[in-house]
């Protein structure tokens, strides 16, 4: 893999890897900012209201939290904020080494590579927000993040939940070494949970989240989910791109289309995309979208990793004056 160059500052060239967020990232005017200032956001908003029949501009400006946290209206509301973001920034010059998204988040960085179209992309998160919904509803799931443990010792926890027959609950996000998230049937999360702390987890954190995300419970949609897929166009991807679900590079859009298949039911290997990219190498981690989550991860995983976000005004203008090249200081003779 070799990485891009392109104008603009360091920020802007080999060695920065753009980090699309997920589910969980939202929050009520995340993309005001962003409608406020620029007319290429705008004009996406204007692109992704018509394609899906959502008034998404509004309810990311002015939609309160309960509406936002419909499932299947945060994960279109979350990819169309982020490349709200991405459109900006690659207008401006922004030319990262790879992409990468977080479970959702990856979709929009397939957008990046060059992998989806804008207009394929929103259709599958709408689709695969309302059929996550729709498993929230028939089944009584949860998730919550172990803080402090080790993730083998945390899937061990999970193990001795679903031997005492209380449901299931599997590892669901390897988002940190000290950081894993449970998935599955409420009270067997609850009871792993418990068991975490008693092995010296420092705490055990449930998620507002709408469904039990990436575990079995997600097995009912997988086959319309695929079909899904398998109607919308793949290309190879033109970007490096770092998929969640293996940790490792996306060689072709064939492989794109069924890891995203795979990523309903599967855990998303954050800690192996970031080694994956720290190894490219990469040394500066981009959050393209809002909040500052992945950002956390990156530090608190990587040691040398350096980070920026893009989530609220000064840092998104900052770095868009970064990368815009008729904004830099040329040399003065003397």
Known sequence: MTGWTGPGSAAATTGCLAMFPGQGSQRPGMARHLLDTYPLARQLFARADEILGLPLAR??????????????????????????????????????????????????????????SLESALHLVRLRGALMG????????????????????????CGSAEGLGLGLVQVANYNEPLQTVISGHAYAVEVAGKAALAAGADQVVPLDVGAPFHCSLMAPVVEEFTEALAAHAFADPVLPVISSVSGSWIRSGEEARELLRRQLTGPVRWVEVLHTAARHPVDTYT??????????????????????????PRRLTALHAEVTPHRRQEPVAS
Do not use: F, K
């Open 59 to 116: 309810i990311c400006v002015s939609g309160n939290a309960q509406e936002l946290g419909r499932t299947e209206i945060t994960q279109p509301a979350i990819a169309a904020t982020s490349l709200a973001v991405w459109e900006v920034l690659r207008s401006a010059g922004y030319r990262p080494a790879a992409a990468a998204g977080h479970s959702l988040g990856e979709y929009p960085a397939l957008v990046a590579a060059g992998v989806l």
């Open 134 to 157: 729709e498993v929230a509803r028939e089944v009584p799931g949860a998730m919550a993040a172990v803080l402090g443990l080790p993730a083998a010792e945390v899937r061990a926890a």
């Open 287 to 312: 959050e393209i979208g809002p909040g500052r989550v992945l950002s956390g991860l990156a530090r608190r995983t990587l040691a040398q990793a350096r980070t920026r976000s893009t989530g609220d």
